[in-house]
């Protein structure tokens, strides 16, 4: 039984908006992928409910609202036999851990003449959210400065970051960047912290509230990021929106 198929077919019933559909599409297709290798049945609802609670209770509740208006609409097309529900999972105060976002910050300072790797590694984040790892990998011929973007090509997934025009006038002048992007991530780490006290982590939170707060999507923003879910980024957008 290819639960998969049965999707489309579910969302037809249901007048959605773009985000709502894609929102409903990835839970539904989460859940399908589990059933692809446990029995539908009580003892694999309730197996799938405790995979849940790893989970912050907003995407709790919205992954067990979708998932049990699916399993009813699969016992309505007798596609399985039994009335499967996934039931209201409990708080469980004691293993509760609060979420912290930190402040958005001010980094106008930041975005003088470029004069240290530091300070181009530091903006860079700013402007991208890209991790050390992946800004290893970079070429200076990803930047196209004609139209202020970052093109990148990772693993045949092809993704463009808009950057402002304030670091742009910065940055595109520089000459030797791939020597820069040539180096380890343990000589990136050392670089920023010559310039900053603030982590390439902590900079990537602050371009990610950046974008919530300019009103992109989680999907949006998943896909600028190249994360292959939204799970990491569904704090943020509780938090700021």
């Not at 999707?7 to 908006?17: G, M, Y």
């Not at 009335?83 to 106008?108: A, G, H, M, Y």
């Not at 200076?140 to 402002?164: C, H, V």
């Not at 006290?197 to 989680?218: C, N, P, W, Y």
Request: charged share 25%.
């Amino acid at each position: 039984m290819k639960l998969q198929n049965e999707i489309p077919k579910f969302l037809a019933t249901k007048s959605l908006s773009e985000n709502s559909r894609l929102s409903y599409s990835y839970d539904l297709n989460q859940f399908c992928a589990f059933f692809e290798t446990h029995e539908m049945n009580e003892a694999g609802v309730l197996l799938f409910k405790k995979n849940l609670k790893s989970l912050s209770p907003a995407a709790q509740k919205r992954k067990v609202s979708a998932d049990n208006q699916f399993l009813s609409f699969l016992y309505h097309q007798r596609i399985i036999h039994d009335f499967l529900q996934i039931s209201k999972i409990e708080k469980n105060l004691k293993n509760t851990i609060k979420v912290e976002i930190p402040q958005q910050r001010d980094f106008s300072s930041f975005y003088g003449p470029i004069q240290t790797p530091g300070q181009f590694l530091a903006t860079l984040i700013l402007e991208t959210g890209l991790t050390p790892s992946e800004i290893c990998h970079l070429k200076w011929e990803n930047f196209n400065w004609r139209f202020n973007l970052l093109e990148i090509n990772k693993n045949g997934a092809r993704r463009a970051i808009p950057l402002q025009n304030k670091f742009a006038v910065r940055a595109k002048v520089i000459q030797n960047a791939d020597e820069l992007f040539g180096k380890s991530r343990q000589y990136l780490h050392g670089e920023l912290k010559k310039f900053t006290d603030f982590t390439a982590r902590e900079l990537r939170e602050q371009f990610i509230m950046r974008k919530v707060k300019e009103g992109h999507s989680i999907y949006d923003l998943s896909e600028l990021l190249g994360l292959k879910t939204i799970v990491t980024l569904e704090k943020y957008f509780k938090k700021l929106r």
